[in-house]
T-cell receptor, first 114, second 110 residues
Framework: EAEVAQSPRYKITEKSQAVAFWCDPISGHATLYWYRQILGQGPELLVQFQDESVVDDSQLPKDRFSAERLKGVDSTLKIQPAELGDSAMYLC????????????FGPGTRLTVL | QKEVEQDPGPLSVPEGAIVSLNCTYSNSAFQYFMWYRQYSRKGPELLMYTYSSGNKEDGRFTAQVDKSSKYISLFIRDSQPSDSATYLCAMLGNTDKLIFGTGTRLQVFP
């Protein structure tokens, strides 16, 4: 069964350092999402791509976060510099088309900022 | 006020019990309602997906939507220890952005 792949699974970094997360969506899925899930809360959308174009990045802290999806396949989310408040689970999801289609989530990257 | 409210629990029940999980919402534009299950240190997986009001059943799981009350429920019959997880409700309206509840942690003990 096809799955969304993410790496690394865990990342520990010090504040002010740069971190990057990678996501490989299910083959053929046009839409890719990055969510942030703080412990004890539900996922919150950071950025949504349709193919290689950003559809929604209204909740992405653009002074420190960036995301790209070159060639409309895999994607990278970067944080520079990391802050203590960035400690969370970063989840990638993909769907065939729009948000109305089922979103399939990857296992996530747990980030700890010291 | 959050758009979607969900009791965080934890909810602890014996094996075989009927579990009721609920969410309320304030945005009347929500039309698509989902329940995700999330095991510890894993990503959420879709359990149930319903459109508008009504009931939907899938095995031991039943999802209910009452749009007039802005209230959705997930019932789990004959609960098993393997059902122990966090259950997230999620909703979609006209903004094309999925809005999640905070999740309810469920523990089913043998």
């Amino acid at each position: 069964e096809a799955e969304v792949a993410q790496s690394p699974r865990y990342k520990i970094t010090e504040k002010s350092q740069a971190v990057a997360f990678w996501c490989d969506p299910i083959s053929g899925h046009a839409t890719l999402y990055w969510y942030r899930q703080i412990l004890g809360q539900g996922p919150e959308l950071l950025v949504q791509f349709q193919d290689e174009s950003v559809v929604d990045d209204s909740q992405l802290p653009k002074d420190r976060f960036s995301a790209e999806r070159l060639k409309g396949v895999d994607s990278t989310l970067k944080i520079q510099p990391a802050e203590l408040g960035d400690s969370a689970m970063y989840l990638c999801a993909s769907s065939l088309g729009t948000s109305k289609d089922t979103q399939y989530f990857g296992p996530g990257t747990r980030l700890t900022v010291l | 006020q959050k758009e979607v409210e969900q009791d965080p629990g934890p909810l602890s029940v014996p094996e075989g019990a009927i579990v009721s999980l609920n969410c309320t919402y304030s945005n009347s534009a929500f039309q698509y309602f989902m329940w995700y299950r999330q095991y510890s240190r894993k990503g959420p997986e879709l359990l149930m997906y319903t459109y508008s009001s009504g009931n939907k059943e899938d095995g031991r799981f039943t999802a209910q939507v009452d749009k007039s009350s802005k209230y959705i429920s997930l019932f789990i019959r004959d609960s098993q220890p393997s059902d122990s997880a966090t259950y997230l409700c999620a909703m979609l309206g006209n903004t094309d952005k999925l809005i999640f509840g905070t999740g309810t942690r469920l523990q089913v003990f043998p």
